[in-house]
């Protein structure tokens, strides 16, 4: 039971914190994600200040990374939006391997201090004894031992609820970076021809002077 006691405060401590996360995250995710994306379509440089506003959020750092390079490709962009999703997301299943690892031997466990007990109790019984008022209390004995394996039950059955909660919360913010890093990647490609020529301006050339006006006056000597 002392082992199961540590496994159930470890997993109540895992499940609390991921709570706390979770609450606090959805609560201002869209609210980011919407601001973003709207200050994307107006002017980029306001857009990478609300996102470096937001790092604290997954959301915030998720959006922010593609944002701080200068001009990159369209690829550029999009392989950047990736890495950090992969980042963003490995970083929210903190607490799972805990999680699993209750799961997995609080049952072992109780079902260890049931068989402990059984020994116990069937060990002090003597063959002459069978039948007789000797053996009322190894029926109490074996209660008291099923008792821990009650009791590894209760802690994997609340444990595994709440992973699966966490594991949909999950689930769900995989979809909602793809969506917003789809959509703000779309927004860079539209303006890329812009943010190209910013990047690489004209260079003077022959076919530049060729007007009707100057078609006639030779260019300085490139030398």
């Known amino acids: 039971m002392w ?21 606090r995250m959805l609560s201002k995710e869209q609210e980011i994600v919407e601001r973003v994306i709207e200050a994307a379509r107006r002017d980029w440089g306001v857009a ?12 915030g750092r998720f959006l922010y990374a593609p944002l701080r390079l200068v001009n990159p490709e369209p690829e550029v962009f999009k392989l950047a939006l990736e890495a950090s999703a992969d980042e963003q ?13 209750v799961i997995a031997l609080s049952p072992l466990l109780g079902l260890l201090g049931t068989v402990l007990g059984l020994i116990q109790s069937l060990g002090s019984i003597k063959l002459g004894d069978l039948g007789t008022s000797s053996t009322a209390g190894v029926t109490t004995g074996i209660g008291e031992s099923l008792i821990s394996t009650a009791a590894g039950l209760i802690v994997a059955i609340t444990t595994l609820i709440f992973y699966r909660v966490f594991q949909a919360f999950l689930f769900n913010q995989a979809k909602i970076f793809r969506q917003a890093g789809n959509e703000l990647e779309l927004l860079y490609r539209q303006d890329w021809p812009k943010i190209s020529l910013n990047r690489h301006p004209v260079k003077p050339s022959r076919d530049n002077f060729e007007t009707p006006e100057n078609k006639n006056l030779a260019l300085p000597n490139e030398d």
């Open 89 to 101: 997301l490995a970083s929210m299943r903190q607490g799972d391997k805990i999680l699993e690892a």
């Open 48 to 59: 990478t200040e609300i996102a470096g506003l937001a790092r604290k959020q997954p959301i």
């Open 3 to 23: 082992p199961l006691l540590a496994l159930s405060i470890l997993s109540l401590s895992v499940i609390l914190e991921r709570l706390w996360f979770w609450t």
